[in-house]
């Protein structure tokens, strides 16, 4: 099995499940904005699988790069902006609150060049072993603190938060990283976003538990 069309579609049809489950259980905007995360990785997911089978089959050779740039928008531009701007609305503690400001800046300076990077230089993908290699044509992608860079305002935010389980959130984000980092480096994109994608699960677990606290805390 590993990974495959059918992993990923299958991946996002239950993250849309859950995504849907969080958005009705949700009472406050900060809740439904949390309830977003398991539905944008159901869309991300969905777009690589659309990837995987135009890869894997000619006749659907077309959908490649849209496909690509799709999924690699997500992954480049979209989480490391969404994730701190999330934790940031959840928050309530002052001091917390200016270090999830401060990481949203980050993410937004970092999400902005990435994606001036996706519309400047050439993306390439390709299946093997299993997985999808993204090769991506700018410098910075090749250099030992990329992952740096990305890591800081998109796991360690959840890691800062006050809300209880959110932390929760940010250290599975982070085994999972770093799994992906030195079990699957030339796959990194690919199968941690396939890993973050699962555990948004929690996120549906975070907002039940917050529907039984008022309004101020949450």
């Known amino acids: 099995m590993c990974f495959s069309p059918s992993a990923s579609f299958g991946a996002s049809a239950v993250l849309t499940g859950i995504g849907v489950a969080s958005m009705v259980c949700a009472r406050s905007t900060p809740q439904r904005i949390l309830s977003c995360i398991p539905l944008l990785f159901a869309i991300q997911q969905f777009s690589e699988g659309v990837l995987w089978l135009a890869l894997l089959n000619p006749v659907h050779a077309n959908w490649e790069q849209p496909a690509s740039y799709t999924f690699l928008i997500f992954a480049q531009v979209v989480w490391p902006i969404f994730m701190p701007f999330c934790m940031l609305v959840f ?30 230089y050439s993306v390439k993908a ?20 990329f992952g740096l860079l990305y890591f800081i ?50 996120v549906l677990a975070i907002v039940l538990r ?9």
């Open 210 to 218: 917050s529907r039984k606290f008022s309004p101020h805390n949450f």
């Open 91 to 120: 928050e309530k503690h002052k001091k917390r609150k200016r270090i999830m400001a401060t990481l949203l800046l980050a993410g937004v300076i970092l999400g902005s060049y990435l994606f001036y990077c996706l519309c400047t």
């Open 153 to 202: 305002p998109t796991i360690v935010s959840p890691l800062f938060s006050s809300v209880k389980r959110m932390p929760l959130l940010g250290y599975l984000f982070l085994v999972s990283y770093i799994i992906s980092r030195l079990l699957f480096h030339f796959y990194v994109i690919s199968v941690w976003c396939f890993f973050g994608a699962i555990i948004s699960i929690v």
């Open 126 to 145: 390709i299946a093997q072993h299993q997985h999808i290699k993204y090769d991506l044509g700018f410098a910075l992608s090749t250099k030992w603190f």
